[in-house]
């Protein structure tokens, strides 16, 4: 089965870059898709197609994705980024597919 | 404004069968695909199954054969049923509109609240 592997945890500082990875096996030549979820809330997509930004979404929020890496990129990061993180990819033999998810705390 | 209500969810018993529903509103619902998504107490978010629409469905390895889900798009509701339960069934259970980027590739830009199934003597 296709594995998406994302580090359990970042701390970042308000107003400082909070980076969260997405590691996959050739993992560029797919479609990265990012959810937000907060405590006790429903996901809520933040990134599609690997940078990709849903209305609503505010630019703080960016995306990429080669190699082996898929990377979120929240900028500017505010108490309210403050949530679980998960990565998705299609694949053709497990399907839909979510990442283990980080966990990002805002110092 | 896309709605998505599931219900149906509760304790049973290992062994037992359960059939959640999910009611769907502000959408041309027979257009979309339509998946379920579950997450365990303080776990990770897993895919179930999907059903497009035209009834085709596909089901993760772990409920395949346990599980089963429909649709009626004339009343707008998608159904999973949820037979031979495990503890490891036991979770919060999804309703998720689908974006098809690449069929059957998706992603999700509707999510429900969630009914929570628990499995446990």
């Known amino acids: 089965s296709y594995v998406l592997t994302q580090a359990p945890a970042v701390s970042v500082a308000p107003g400082e870059t909070a980076k969260i990875t997405c590691g996959g096996n050739?993992?560029?030549?797919?479609?990265v898709h990012w959810y937000q979820q907060r405590p006790g809330q429903a996901p809520v997509l933040v990134i599609y197609?690997?940078?990709m930004r849903p209305s609503g979404i505010p630019e703080r929020f960016s995306g990429s994705n080669s190699g082996n890496t898929a990377t979120l990129t929240i900028s500017w990061v505010e108490a309210g980024d403050e949530a679980d993180y998960y990565c998705?990819?299609?694949?053709?033999?497990?399907?839909?597919?979510f990442g283990t998810g980080t966990k990002v705390t805002v110092l | 404004d896309v709605q998505l209500v599931e219900s149906g969810g509760g304790l049973v018993q290992p062994g037992g069968s359960l059939r959640l529903s999910c009611a769907a509103s502000?959408?041309?619902?027979?257009?979309?695909?339509m998946h379920w998504v579950r997450q365990s107490p303080g776990k990770g978010l897993v895919w179930v199954a999907r059903?497009?629409?035209?009834?085709?469905?596909a089901f993760a390895d772990s409920v395949k054969g346990r599980f089963t889900t429909s649709r009626d798009n004339g009343k707008n509701t998608m159904d999973l049923q949820l037979n031979s339960l495990r503890a490891e069934d036991s979770a919060v259970y999804y309703c998720?509109?689908?974006?098809?980027?690449?069929?059957?590739?998706?992603?999700?830009?509707?999510w429900g609240q969630g009914t929570l199934v628990t499995v446990s003597s």
């Open positions: 197609e690997d940078k």
């Open positions: 050739i993992i560029g030549s797919k479609s």
């Open positions: 998705q990819v299609w694949d053709s033999r497990s399907d839909h597919v």
């Open positions: 059903i497009d629409g035209y009834g085709s469905a």
């Open positions: 998720v509109r689908a974006i098809n980027w690449n069929y059957p590739a998706h992603y999700f830009d509707s």
């Open positions: 502000g959408f041309a619902f027979s257009k979309y695909s």
